[in-house]
């Protein structure tokens, strides 16, 4: 069965720094990867998706890498502003499936 | 990409009463699901809506408790019966579209509480 985990589960930083978010995977035959931010209350917005022949896919400031082989994606959000502030979720679409699976969330505070 | 409307946003219920929500898709999709978010948690996948038959619920979810129609492939409702407050939570009506290889979208949710 498929586990995903995200790491740290919340972070605070001042605006204007680099970040990395992490997201891992125990199970590599993956059909694709998807980043999404959600607003408190709110549904999900997409951010980027991986497809699992990829390696990398950029958005403005964001940038997912996928290292399939070591189950890890990376979400890098450079030059972090206070409206970055939000949850940001991993979903993982097993090969052969509709259905992925999400991990927890890693929230994110980005203060002035 | 396509657009999702959830009505209602947020509701506030009275034990032991239903409700439902709607959730309406600007173009046809081949897929929708639902999912519910506890308070804190990430989404559990409740079932999958199938336009003309019965939905694919998972494990632990039951039609009796969260009966679901897809009467089109633009429109499904999700109701939520006989509730009480542990059904205290955001729904989410997701779409997936055309190839497979497309992204999957969400609707802003139905945060419903229970008194």
Redesign the interface.
Known sequence: KQEVTQIPAALSVPEGENLVLNCSFTDSAI??L?W?RQDP??????LL?I?SSQREQTSGRLNASLDKSSGRSTLYIAASQPGDSATY?C?V?PRGS???T????TSLIVHP | SAVISQKPSRDICQRGTSLTIQCQVDSQVTMMFWYRQQPGQSLTLIATANQGSEATYESGFVIDKFPISRPNLTFSTLTVSNMSPEDSSIYLCSVQEGQSNQPQHFGDGTRLSIL
């Open positions: 059909y694709n998807q999404f209350g709110k549904g999900l917005t997409s998706l497809q979720l979903a679409r509709y259905i992925p999400f991990g927890r969330g």
